[in-house]
């Protein structure tokens, strides 16, 4: 079916159905078909669609006033949100500042953190060290700190150099060492990198806590976390977690950063942060970097939408959602259910090489030899025709073809945090039917 239009663009030409509307895991289209929506979107929506406390919450909002300019007035909505996110959040991290989405968020952190550095004599340390591969949003400053390469090239030369280190990839590493050595080994990487670039002129280490749409769900070994948190300390160098995806219950905690006990200097949040219901971001931060730069003048950054009453009241509903509902425990729980489901079906298909995740940022890789994990040729274009195929049984997954340098097909698997145990199964017969027509 070809739904194109002549008018609305995208990336490319669209040729999906209408949407017609949502209910809890599931997303219906204009004939009425039925689809999982096994990626919750694009990982953001964590509680749900149509969510009756959230829908009331922002109608009674809508009767009241739906914008207000944060120059003009403060809200309660903001206010509340802001209060709820802190709350949630591990202890340190108490200042919150509002956007409209990921990308925004990741910038905004930067700006804050370069802010800190003028406002306390640390003008010279300007420079942002992030990943290979990472994916941090498309905007110009978050695409120059991206280390997903195919996205960057177009636009070279961008901003001025930014130095990237490699990411822990251990699925693909063929070494003797431990998975505690192997952490260690990847996070002094970082040392290395920060004496390159000249320990004065770092300003900050970017990183997402748990890879999404670059690598696919991959996890570091717990020491790479505790190292570069000490690394960065060491140093004085800013530590930005980018947890748009990762956060607000995905893995199974509020953050990422709590499996390993890290608290960064700046946390990124979007995605299911307003969890579909309004475009909404936040930057958390600690008040010792927050309180220098509004008495050196304040924070000379913002956005038109940011803190709208709206959207805010969205947010508070979502977070009260989760806290109400147990969703990030079920989150956890259920992750751990589904992992184990999608490791069974390794059994079945040779061609999976590799289940990975945290909570319900799940993924498995496809390979051609298990042993070396060499990836699938191009040419079979695996990562088109899964999704495709699942797509038409009705249920949606997300995928992509990169592991960082390499070439590789990751499949996201990651439902709405909500999901209960029979819809696992569910999902997983689906999945199993469209693995075994691909295999065909
Ligand atoms: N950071 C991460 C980790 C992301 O996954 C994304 C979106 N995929 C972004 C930033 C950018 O978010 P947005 O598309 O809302 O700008």
Known sequence: MTNDTPYLFYQSRNPRPFLDHGEGIYLFDESGKRYIDGSSGAMVSNIGHSNPRVLAKMKAQMDKATFGYRLHFRTHPSEDLAAKTVAMCPKGLDRVFFVSGGSEAVESAVKLARQYALATGQGGRYKVISRFPSY????????????????????????????????????????????????????????????????DTVLAFLMEPVGGASTGALVAPDSYYQRTREICDEYGVLLIYDEVMTGAGRTGTFLAA??????????????????????????????????????????????????????????????????????????????????????????????????????????????????????????????????EIAYDLGLIIYSRRTRGGLEGDHFLICPPLIITEPQIDELMELLEASLTRLAD
């Open 258 to 387: 709590e499996h390993w006990g890290i608290t960064p200097d700046i946390v990124a949040l979007s995605k299911g942060f307003g969890a579909g219901y309004a475009p909404l971001g936040a930057i958390v931060a600690s008040s010792r970097l927050v309180e220098p730069v509004l008495d050196a003048g304040g924070f000379q950054h913002g956005f038109t939408y940011a803190g709208n009453p709206l959207a805010c009241a969205a947010g508070l509903a979502v977070l009260e959602e989760l806290e109400d509902q147990n969703i990030i425990e079920n989150a956890a729980l259920m992750g751990a259910l589904l992992k184990r489901r999608l490791e069974d079906l390794m059994a079945h298909f040779p061609f999976i090489g590799d289940v990975r995740g945290k909570g319900l940022l799940l993924a498995f890789e496809l390979v051609a030899d298990r042993g070396t994990m060499r990836p699938l040729a191009k040419e079979l274009n695996a990562y088109t025709r899964l999704v």
């Open 136 to 199: 941090h949003g498309c905007t110009f400053g978050a695409l120059d700190l991206t280390g997903y390469e195919p996205l960057r090239a177009p636009f070279a030369p961008m901003m001025e150099g930014m130095p990237k280190i490699t990411a822990p990839t251990t699925y693909l590493d063929r070494d003797n060492l431990t998975e505690d050595e192997r952490g260690i080994r990847y996070a002094e990487l970082l040392r290395e990198r920060i004496e390159e670039a000249g320990p």
